[in-house]
C-alpha cells in the first residue's frame, strides 16, 4: 500500500500522477490531488479545476478575474463550447 502524500492516508488504491517537470506524486483521491497540484487563481484565490484563463502568463479561474487584474484581461472570455 502507498501512502497519500497530502494527507497521509495509506490506501491500497492509491495512483500517481507524474507532471511534466519530471515529478512523481502519490495521491488517496482527487481531493488531495488538486489541492497539491491545481494552480491557484491569482485574483480570487480559488484552485483552477477547468480549463481557466491565461492572460499574459498570470492564471486565472475564469475571465472575470482576469479582467479585474490584467490590463488585456479585458480581451479574456470564458468560452462555453457548445452552439449550434
Known sequence: MAMCEVCGNEYE??????????GVHT???????????????????????GH???VEGRFFCCAHCARQVSEQ????????????
Not at 488504491?13 to 519530471?22: K, L, P, S
Request: charge should be negative; hydrophobic fraction near 35%.
Open 73 to 84: 484581461g479585458h480581451q479574456a472570455r470564458d468560452a462555453v463550447g457548445a452552439t449550434s
Open 52 to 54: 481557466g484563463v491565461q
Open 27 to 49: 495521491f488517496d483521491s482527487f481531493e488531495c490531488a488538486i489541492h497539491r497540484l491545481a494552480p491557484i487563481c491569482e485574483h480570487c484565490g480559488c484552485r483552477v479545476i
Open 13 to 22: 488504491m492509491t495512483f500517481e500522477i507524474n507532471t511534466q517537470g519530471g
